[in-house]
C-alpha cells in the first residue's frame, strides 16, 4: 500500500490499525520531512511501515509496483491530474485500487488555507494549467470529472460515497475509487 500525502497521519492512523497481523508493506509518504519524522516514532510498532518523501508531480513514476494507492485531499493537488492518475495508473499492479478523499466543491472556509497550499514552489507552475481545470479558477474536480478521469486514465471508477442524496453530501468529502484493469 502506497499512501500519499499522509501528512500528519489521520487517515494511516485508520487504515493501518486495521492491518496488523496481516502480510502487508505500507509505505507512508508526504512531500517534505516535516512529517515523516513524527510518523516514524508514532507508527514505530510497525516494522512492516516505511516512510519517504515523494512528490506526486515528480516522484509516482520511480515507485515500486503495489497493490492500494491511498491519498486524502492530495491528488487534486497534482499540477496535472490526468498525468498523476496515469503515474498512479502506472505503478498499480492489474487489478489494483486507488482510493481518494476529495472535496468536490470549493468552501470559503477550507479555501482560505487551500490557497496557500496550492501556491506553487518558486518556477513551479500553478496547478490545473493543462489539465480538466484549465481555464477556470477552480482547482477541485467534480465527482463526473474525478470518473472521467479515471477513466481516461485507464481505471475502471467504482461508484463514488457519499451518493448525492446521503445524509452526508453536504459535508463534501468524498471517498472517489477505481481499479486497475486487469
Not at 516512510?51 to 485531499?73: H, W
Not at 499492479?93 to 472535496?103: M, S
Not at 468552501?107 to 496547478?127: D, E, K, N
Not at 470518473?147 to 475502471?156: C, I, K, M, N, V
Amino acid at each position: 500500500i502506497l499512501e500519499l500525502g499522509a501528512g500528519v497521519g489521520g487517515m494511516t492512523n485508520e487504515i493501518v490499525s486495521g492491518l496488523t497481523g496481516l502480510p502487508v508493506e505500507y509505505h507512508f509518504t508526504d512531500v517534505s520531512s516535516f512529517f515523516l519524522n513524527a510518523a516514524q516514532q508514532r507508527f514505530a510498532d510497525r516494522p512492516w511501515m516505511t516512510f519517504g518523501i515523494v512528490d506526486l508531480n515528480t516522484d509516482l513514476g520511480q515507485q515500486p509496483p503495489c497493490d492500494i494507492v491511498v491519498a486524502a485531499n492530495v491528488v487534486h493537488n497534482a499540477q496535472d491530474i490526468g498525468r498523476a492518475l496515469g503515474n498512479i495508473h502506472g505503478i498499480l499492479r492489474p487489478g489494483g485500487a486507488v482510493f481518494l478523499i476529495e472535496l468536490c466543491t470549493a468552501h470559503c472556509c477550507l479555501m482560505t488555507s487551500v490557497y496557500f497550499l496550492m501556491s506553487p514552489r518558486a518556477g513551479q507552475p500553478q496547478v490545473g494549467l493543462t489539465d480538466v481545470r484549465a481555464g477556470t479558477d477552480r482547482i477541485l474536480l467534480t465527482r463526473d470529472e474525478w470518473r472521467s478521469e479515471f477513466a481516461r486514465a485507464g481505471f475502471t471508477p467504482m461508484p463514488t460515497v457519499p451518493a448525492a442524496n446521503d445524509p452526508l453530501a453536504p459535508l463534501d468529502q468524498y471517498l472517489l475509487g477505481a481499479v486497475r484493469k486487469p
